[in-house]
């Protein structure tokens, strides 16, 4: 059995593969929310919309298939996702939380979002946020970067707020004899 009173990243070490799962389904939702959005629905970017390259930048059909590789990662972490999610409730003593889960789900999201943002936007310049929308192009990325931080954020204090995946008084108490004494 876990040690419950074992700690990862200041939540119970028994919590950790549910997390990880969540982390990974958050991964994938929030590209499937930026894809199905930002790429299909507003069409304000495609994948290498804003490459430096003007032709490969205006190419629409190599575009869409760029958006498709991006849409199978993000499949891929979906599946990963429920894998590990699987394999929690199957082999590891994790706590049953929805809690927890939508907490590092919500976490995920915004990994994606930090990373996407600073990896696509910025340091590759593959596409921007909302390249023609009102104000700087800037602006729209910093937005996005924003939004994944406070995800971030938020999705942390969900997970540390569940107490299925902090530690309690009553851990403590079950790690001692009664008088303080490990």
Not at 17 to 38: K, M
Request: glycine share 12%; aromatic share 10%; charged share 15%.
């Amino acid at each position: 059995m876990a040690d419950r009173t074992a700690t990862w990243l200041g939540l119970r070490r028994d919590a950790k593969p549910l997390v990880l799962a969540g982390l990974a389904l958050g991964l994938g939702i929030g590209g499937f929310f930026d894809g199905i959005v930002f790429h299909q629905l507003l069409q304000i970017h495609h994948m290498l919309s804003s490459y430096p390259d003007s032709s490969v930048a205006t190419d629409l059909e190599l575009n869409v298939m760029a958006d498709g590789i991006f849409h199978l990662a993000t499949y891929t972490f979906t599946i990963i996702g429920i894998v590990l999610l699987s394999r929690a409730w199957r082999f590891h003593p994790v706590p049953k939380s929805g809690r927890t889960l939508l907490g590092a789900v919500i976490m995920g999201w915004g990994v994606f979002n930090v990373v996407e943002g600073v990896v696509a936007h910025q340091l590759l310049g593959l596409h921007h946020v909302w390249p023609a929308g009102p104000g700087p192009i800037i602006l729209w990325d910093l937005i996005f970067l924003f939004w994944g931080v406070l995800f971030l954020i938020g999705g942390y204090i969900l997970i540390r707020t569940d107490s299925a995946a902090t530690q309690t008084a009553r851990d403590d108490a079950v790690a001692t004899d009664g008088d303080g004494v490990t």
